[in-house]
């Protein structure tokens, strides 16, 4: 299928939002409210963006079908930048057809020629096609480290201790 995968601008906000309401479905979670839809287009298109956007367009279609959310690390040990994938997603009815396989090779050559020394990203425990592509790729499932996380809630009330 022919795919073109460009860096979203800020016209594009309302389609990127759309696209992760898509996945907050797909993952039986709660898609962006309005106060989170402003802060994604601030912090993705302001003047000072927090994250880069990707999105893959497919002939026929004017809305986008796929879209990615990147942002830089740093590794100390390495003393170079980390690629962070912080999402990757497909519509369903545009999966199978090489389009997050596309993004992700893009992503990787990006990682390489930004003299990135890794680049990481995340996948949910029962998203066992992902991880069979991940794992076809040659990315390893990194056993040694423990995500944690603190929402906001939880940031509170420690900071009221």
């Given amino acids: ?8 601008e800020k016209a594009d906000a309302s389609d ?22 402003a ?11 927090r994250f880069e956007t990707w999105l893959a367009f497919v002939p026929g279609r004017l809305k986008p ?6 942002f830089d690390t740093y590794s100390t040990f390495l003393a170079r930048p980390t690629l962070y994938l912080e999402d990757l997603f497909v519509l369903p009815e545009y999966r199978r057809q090489g389009i997050g396989s596309r993004m992700l090779r893009q992503f990787i050559q990006t990682a390489f020629e930004r003299g ?14 992902a991880q069979g592509v991940y794992e076809a790729l040659g990315a390893r499932h990194l056993k040694e480290w423990f995500s944690y996380r603190l929402n906001r809630d939880a940031m509170r009330q420690f900071l009221d201790r």
């Avoid at 079908?65 to 990147?70: D, E, K, P, Q």
């Fill in 116 to 129: 990135c020394g890794r680049m990481e990203w995340a996948c949910l425990d029962w998203n066992t096609k």
């Fill in 1 to 8: 299928m022919d795919v073109t995968i460009r860096r979203a």
């Fill in 65 to 70: 079908v796929a879209y990615a959310i990147l």
């Fill in 16 to 37: 990127l939002v759309d696209l992760i309401a898509a996945l907050a479905d797909f993952e039986h979670l709660t898609p962006p409210d309005d106060a989170a839809r």
């Fill in 39 to 49: 802060r994604l287009e601030a912090d993705g298109f302001g003047e000072h963006p």
